[in-house]
């Protein structure tokens, strides 16, 4: 069996600002993590490999910094690494990104299951997993919280708003996953040590044989046309009620009957 | 393309219409401004009575795809009962809720489009070209930003539930009913649902309570949370939070409000013991009547509150209670 995780490097924290004049986004630091979501979906490929044996592959699109958040996958256990890596993709939204790791993933050969976390935390839209499916005429199953694999097929748990749900697909399959699934494992020194030798491929779009209308800003339909931070939400005048904390309860009591909430 | 429709997907769950497809239907009859059709697709199993409410809250036509393997939700028949519709009539505007099904669905259909998508979005307006722009937060919240899809067609998003208002239902509006054929085959479809547990929830959602009352940082305790569940109780209302009490593990994250948490209308909310940081203040702006409690008079909750009390939450909620307490007793 061959599991395929795709992983995003995205900023260590989010507490980033709007500079007022550019509009552009300032981060306080540029360290970067993967995506936690990810990370949950790397510890599920390697306990299915415990479990069943399978090689597990990362990929990931991005600058070249992105080798540290393979390296790291790497030393939880993953057996080879792949980056997508050209000025070409830069600025994708999630159909370039989906279309570029498909050509990616028809260039890495057979797989059985591909995993993605339910979505990003910097952009958070939890698109690209299902648009990669669509692409590679995949069954997607999104919101997983459990995992089981018996002979070709998957059955999965589906956390959902009021529900839990249990669905079974044909392998391969394409799952997004949530934090519920596993607690992610930290690297051991000697997972380190290994990575460190393990294959870690680099391509360019010319490599993987992307079509340039579809890859990067061109291939993007969507356009971010302004950022800015959260207004402050402002009511008119508030009342300020005092008093011993019995005559305040009396007097909000008497002012929510008059506005019939009471 | 100023006349081209705008389509919604009309959500409906056990049968039942989910309430943003109702709020979806309203805003898409607010951008079409009298000028295009809004039209609504209603996919499922024995659910053509939900049409009229779809007609009532402002569709012109409601697309209707009835079949047995429509029944529960599944990515793929959905899918391809939707594409070939969005193909042919080109919408100018796809609308999705932004819930697990709206996000599960709507990718899978713009990337069989190749067109674009804007996720979980809080604002819909139209520029003067008439192109949609869509408000999404970004960075968890920290930031909002504009999305728009200039040059390929529909113009897709999901938009997050209760953003917008339910419209007002008008009983005597009709519509034009399209029912869509189907050629479903259960045996080609790959995934099965093998089981639907439903997860335990609050007597009442969040989303759908009257009142609130919402605990921050300041309640210092999961025991002082206690003292909020006596005052919901009384007022027939839900707790609620901030996200510095669900971190700490006081309350369940399913109570959270705010950028990463729910968005919530009700008619009452009490604040009690949270700063009003705008991260929280972006999913409880919508409320009638704002109470705040907080012992720092500066706190920014106060900006926003309709009755401020500054003093310390460990007394004035207590009070609070006692005094409904009597009223109810009372017969109030
Ligand atoms: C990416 C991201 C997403 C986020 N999403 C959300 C979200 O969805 N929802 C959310 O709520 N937050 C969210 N936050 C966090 C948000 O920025 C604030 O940290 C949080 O809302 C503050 O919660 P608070 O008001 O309870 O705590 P604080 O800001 O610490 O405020 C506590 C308040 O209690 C008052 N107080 C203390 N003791 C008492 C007392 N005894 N009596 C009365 N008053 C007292 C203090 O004066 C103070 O004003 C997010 C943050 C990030 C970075
Ligand atoms: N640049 C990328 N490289 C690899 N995987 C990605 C990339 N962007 C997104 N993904 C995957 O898609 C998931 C959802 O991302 P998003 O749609 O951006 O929220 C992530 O959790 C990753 O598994």
Request: one cysteine or more.
């Amino acid at each position: 069996m061959r599991i395929i995780v795709c992983i995003k490097q995205v900023p260590a924290s989010l507490d980033v600002r709007v500079d007022p004049k550019t509009h552009n986004l300032i981060r306080e630091g540029v360290e970067s993590v993967i995506n936690p979501f990810d990370e949950n979906a790397i510890e599920a490929a390697l306990e299915l490999k415990a479990k069943h044996g399978a090689s597990v592959s990362l990929l990931s699109m991005g600058p070249p910094q992105v080798r540290e958040a393979l390296r790291k996958g790497l030393a939880m256990g993953a057996d080879d690494a792949y980056l997508l890596c050209d000025r070409a993709l830069a600025g994708a939204d999630t159909l370039a990104t989906s279309y570029t790791l498909a050509q990616a993933i028809r260039k890495m050969g057979s797989f059985d299951l591909i995993l993605c976390g339910r979505h990003a935390v910097d952009a958070d839209t939890g698109q690209v997993g299902p648009e990669l499916a669509e692409r590679l005429n995949l069954p997607q199953i999104t919101y997983v919280s459990k995992i089981e694999i018996t002979g070709n097929k998957v059955r999965a748990e589906r956390l959902l708003e009021e529900s839990r749900e249990v669905v079974e697909a044909p392998l391969p399959a394409l799952l997004t996953v949530t934090k519920e699934l596993n607690t992610p494992r930290y690297p051991t020194a000697l997972g380190i040590m290994k990575a460190a030798k393990k294959p870690l491929t680099v391509w360019t779009a010319a490599d993987i044989g992307a079509t340039p209308e579809k890859i990067g800003l061109t291939g993007s339909p969507t356009r971010v046309t302004d950022v800015f931070e959260p207004p402050g939400h402002r009511r008119s005048e508030v009342e300020m009620l005092s008093g011993k904390p019995e005559e305040i309860a009396a007097a909000l009591a008497e002012r929510l009957q008059a506005a019939k909430i009471l | 393309m100023a006349e081209a429709e705008i389509l919604v997907f009309a959500e409906q769950r056990d049968g039942q219409l989910e309430r943003v497809a109702l709020e979806l239907v309203g805003k898409a009859r607010a951008l079409a401004g009298g000028s295009r059709p809004v039209v609504a697709a209603l996919l499922g199993s024995g659910v053509e009575g939900l049409a009229g409410d779809l007609f009532a809250a402002g569709a012109d036509e409601v697309l209707l795809a009835d079949h047995p393997t429509l029944k529960v939700y599944r990515t793929q028949p959905y899918a391809d009962v939707l594409f070939p519709v969005l193909k042919e009539r080109q919408p100018d505007i796809v609308l999705f809720g932004a819930t697990s099904l709206g996000r599960d669905l709507a990718p899978r259909l713009a990337a069989r489009l190749g067109t674009g998508l804007t996720a979980d979005c809080l604002d819909l307006a139209l520029d003067p070209q008439g192109l949609l722009v869509q408000t999404k937060p970004s960075y968890g919240g920290n930031v909002l930003v504009h999305i728009t899809i200039p040059r390929h067609r529909p113009q897709m998003t999901t938009v997050r539930p209760r953003v917008f208002p339910l419209p007002p239902l008008d009983r005597a509006r009709q519509g034009k009913l399209v029912r869509l054929s189907v050629n479903l085959v259960e045996d080609q479809i790959p995934l099965k649902v093998l089981e639907v547990v439903p997860r335990p929830q609050p007597t009442v959602r969040l989303e759908d309570a009257a009142v609130i009352v919402a605990g921050g940082r300041g309640m210092g305790s999961k025991e002082n949370f206690k003292l909020l569940e006596e005052l919901a109780q009384v007022l027939g209302g839900v707790v609620g939070a901030t996200r510095p009490p669900v971190d700490e593990g006081w309350i369940g994250p399913d109570r959270q409000i705010g950028q990463s948490g729910k968005t919530v209308a009700p008619r009452l909310y009490i604040a009690c013991g949270l700063s009003g940081v705008v991260q929280h203040t972006v999913g409880m702006q919508k409320a009638d009547v704002v109470v705040a409690i907080n012992k720092d008079p500066n706190a920014p909750i106060f900006d926003l509150a309709t009755y401020g009390i500054v003093g310390d939450v460990k007394e004035i909620v207590p009070a609070l209670t006692a005094r409904f307490k009597e009223l109810k007793a009372k017969g109030a």
